[in-house]
Nanobody, 121 residues
Framework: QVQLVESGGGLVQTGGSLRLSCVASGSIYRINPMKWYRQAPGKERELVASVNQGGDTKYADFVKGRFTIAMDSATNTVSLQMNSLEPEDTAVYYC???????????????WGQGTQVTVSS
């Protein structure tokens, strides 16, 4: 079993910054990729950013230039640095990881419990 635990959410004013972290623990052979999603009230969950072990990153258009995702494979940690936050960024942010749990290549997808980010105007 694998657990993803997020931290770093909170309340911030427009233009402020927050840094989210997610640590994966448990039966992990390899993780690739790690992603951040978000879900605002009344809206569907959407992909924010992703990173693979090679360091390749992808971002949703609505966060390009403002958010930075990074992965530390040694500690199975992914972070999301969020700058220039806007009220539209208010949502629950979820960590997601595709995990290979053994040398045979068994692959599973896991989600964190979510962390609330609120941006006040």
């Amino acid at each position: 079993q694998v657990q993803l635990v997020e931290s770093g959410g909170g309340l911030v004013q427009t233009g402020g910054s927050l840094r989210l972290s997610c640590v994966a623990s448990g039966s992990i052979y390899r993780i690739n990729p790690m992603k951040w999603y978000r879900q605002a009230p009344g809206k569907e969950r959407e992909l924010v950013a992703s990173v693979n072990q090679g360091g390749d990153t992808k971002y949703a258009d609505f966060v390009k230039g403002r958010f930075t995702i990074a992965m530390d494979s040694a500690t199975n940690t992914v972070s999301l640095q969020m700058n220039s936050l806007e009220p539209e960024d208010t949502a629950v942010y979820y960590c997601n990881a595709r995990v290979i749990v053994n040398f045979e290549g068994a692959l599973y997808e896991y989600w964190g419990q979510g962390t609330q980010v609120t941006v006040s105007s």
